[in-house]
């Protein structure tokens, strides 16, 4: 049977071993065939053709600029987070500090579950 090997026809042959593909494309193996899904700007079975023009580069390269966008916005928020934990930090070793100098403090949280006298 067309697109298997083996003594039973039991495995498939993958259509994909031999990189087909051009120019990024991705590859799908298929039964007796493969598909190739082009990058923007190529078009053809192998994605050989080249169909690259004014719009499609802009895309590309707004897809690139956004990309590096969200990346930058996000090491900037990695950034902001470590400098409140830092300050947080400073905060916490200052109290513990302070709460030092003048001996033992006791701190009631919530209501008091003693009955009032």
């Excluded at 298997?4 to 799908?28: M, V, W």
């Excluded at 580069?57 to 090491?75: F, V």
């Excluded at 947080?88 to 500090?97: G, I, Q």
Aim: hydrophobic share 25%; charged share 25%.
């Amino acid at each position: 049977q067309p697109g298997y090997t083996g003594l039973r026809c039991e495995k498939d042959i993958n259509e994909c071993a031999s990189q087909p593909c051009q120019n990024f494309a991705t590859c799908h193996n298929g039964v007796n065939s493969y598909k190739c899904h082009c990058f923007h700007g190529y078009k053809g079975v192998n994605c050989e053709k080249e169909t690259l023009n004014e719009t499609t580069i802009n895309r590309i390269l707004d897809h690139i600029a956004k990309a590096e966008l969200a990346k930058r916005l996000s090491d900037l928020n990695m950034i902001r987070l470590m400098k409140r934990l830092d300050d947080t930090e400073t905060r916490s070793d200052n109290l513990m500090k302070q709460s030092n100098d003048i001996g033992p403090t006791f701190i009631r949280w919530g209501r008091s579950s003693c009955p009032n006298t």
